[in-house]
């Protein structure tokens, strides 16, 4: 009877520290969902220094930023954090960005009889990237309804393929040309904005970050050729991004 009764007190032990220790999680946690959009996104895809002799002429491509090629629309995610104390909150994040391709002068082309200059353009297809972040994020005031805050996080950035339509000289047609191939590179972010607690257990963060790609993604496109840009040439390069987003956070202990 006595094995018995103390069984039966370590289970309820048990039992209750297991809540103590759900309890103490859930105190600490919480959920967000974030929206905004992209403030700009530097960077380039290199062009082609040497120009390209086609019967009739020759084309030279320039250097083209990134917001030419694409306009900066919107990004998404959602974010899980735990705050080991009332300043210091760890995070995880999934974030997708899309960027709507526009249509763009992209080199110039020279004819060989009559050395008349006209632009060539290219049509750029939507992209878009996928990011997987942990990190930390610092609050200043973190007693005060307005919460001020820095933070850091390190991650992988998936870039979808960079493609654009070259139109053919002879006028047949385009040429789809992949400019950078889909790639999962490492990445970087720093943020800072303000975080407003309006109800219990409820907040509104408003965040200003700086993302950034450090891999270059070349191509070994085929088509590169066919339009004067090489593999060499053909390239994205590594860039930053500048998304501002709103999130609402759900605290699970409140």
Sequence with gaps: MHARSTSLLCIALVAAGGAVRADDFREHASFA???GGNAA????FRGQTVPFETTGGSIV????????????QYTMGGEFDYAFNPSLTGFGRLGYASFNGRERTVGTFTTAATTEQSPVTAT???????EYDVGARYSFMPYSKWRPFVGAALGATHLSAAKADFPNLDGSGTTRVTLGESDTVFSQRAETGL????LPGFDLRLSVAANHVDTDTKSSDPNLALV?????????????DYPVELAAVWNFGS
Excluded at 61 to 72: G, I, N, P, R, V
Excluded at 124 to 130: A, H
Excluded at 228 to 240: K, M, P, V
């Design 195 to 198: 975080q407003f607690a309006p």
């Design 61 to 72: 491509y320039q250097d083209l930023k990134f917001d030419d090629a694409y306009d900066h």
């Design 41 to 44: 996104m530097p960077g380039s």
């Design 124 to 130: 750029f297809e939507d992209t878009s990237t996928r």
């Design 33 to 35: 969902l974030f929206a």
């Design 228 to 240: 004067g840009l090489t593999a060499n040439g053909g390239e994205e390069r590594s860039h930053w």
